[in-house]
Every structure is written in structure tokens, then in C-alpha cells.
């Protein structure tokens, strides 16, 4: 097979996050003191397979942040395409004044290892502590649900069909 030259032109550099960013959009739920936040986030990334290392991006500037930061704990809740709508008005409001949960109707659940909540409505949840996480959890058909991917500017797509192909790791 011939490799193909593609024409090479220069990149906006805030273009960059489009090109590298194939993870999911979730949702991070976050408590400490009496108070609880959810927000959309979709910089993150494995840093390690066993036990899972997640790196993540929480700007200072979100509420979250502060709570996240006392709490030193979390939950990473991984939405099914369909809560697409959900997750971009989560993303769209600032959790400081208002209940996001009860706007956007998620329903908590409670976690085992940390004080912030699980999210029924999601096809997973992390239970994480900064720097490792803690506990994993599962709906049925989770390996078969389509997530949400986001590409950048506001364009979205679900997940397609799996591929599986030959290989050494577990």
C-alpha cells in the first residue's frame, strides 16, 4: 500500500483540542459541605490501566473546582448519547446559585466511597479521589451503549460500532 501525502496547511492552535479530544463527554459531581454540583467535562484521559489513573481538567474558575478541591474526591459519570441535550444544559449553567440535579432532572444516588453522588440517568460512575479512583460502577449493556464524543465548538457525535482486534493487553 502506497502511502497518501496529504496538502499540509497551518492550524489554528485553538483548533488543537478538536483534532486530540476523542473521549466522552461526562459529568463530574462534586460535593462538600452540605452543598453538591454536577458540570459537563470532556478534558480527560487514562493515565494508567490497574488500577485506573484518570487525568482531568477542572478550571479554577468553576465552582466545581472549589468543591473538588476540599472534598478531594469526586464522581465521574459517563452519560449515554441520548442525555445529550442534559449534558450541554449542565455545561451551559453555573452551579453556584442553582440545584443542577433537580433543573435538569438527575437523579442522586449514593456512593459508597466518596460524599459526592452518584448519577442514576448515566451508564457508569466513578467513584474517584484525586489521584486514583475508588470504585466503578456499571448499568447493564454498558459495553454496548453508544456514548457521547465531543469534537469541539459545540459539535457532538455519538460513539459507533465497536471494533475488535487482535491484542497482548488485558
Not at 60 to 87: E, H, Q
Not at 88 to 115: H, I, M
Request: one cysteine or more; a positive charge.
Amino acid at each position: 500500500m502506497v502511502a497518501m501525502k496529504l496538502a499540509q496547511r497551518k492550524l489554528s492552535l485553538s483548533r488543537v483540542y478538536g483534532l486530540l479530544e476523542p473521549g466522552p463527554v461526562v459529568l463530574l459531581a462534586t460535593a462538600h459541605g452540605g452543598r453538591e454540583n454536577v458540570m459537563a467535562m470532556s478534558w480527560l484521559t487514562m493515565m494508567e490501566f490497574e488500577p485506573p489513573l484518570v487525568g482531568c481538567v477542572v478550571s479554577g474558575r468553576n465552582w466545581s473546582f472549589d468543591l473538588l478541591s476540599a472534598a478531594k474526591s469526586c464522581v465521574i459519570a459517563i452519560p449515554p448519547a441520548s442525555l445529550a441535550r442534559t449534558v450541554v444544559g449542565v455545561g451551559n449553567c453555573s452551579g453556584r446559585r442553582v440545584d443542577k440535579f433537580a433543573k435538569f432532572g438527575l437523579t442522586r444516588l449514593p456512593a459508597s466511597e466518596v460524599g459526592a453522588p452518584l448519577v442514576a440517568e448515566c451508564v457508569a460512575n466513578l467513584e474517584c479521589f484525586i489521584l486514583k479512583v475508588g470504585a466503578a460502577w456499571a448499568g447493564p449493556g454498558v459495553a454496548t451503549r453508544r456514548l457521547l464524543h465531543h469534537r469541539g465548538r459545540g459539535v457532538f457525535f455519538p460513539s459507533g460500532a465497536p471494533m475488535k482486534l487482535p491484542s497482548r493487553m488485558k
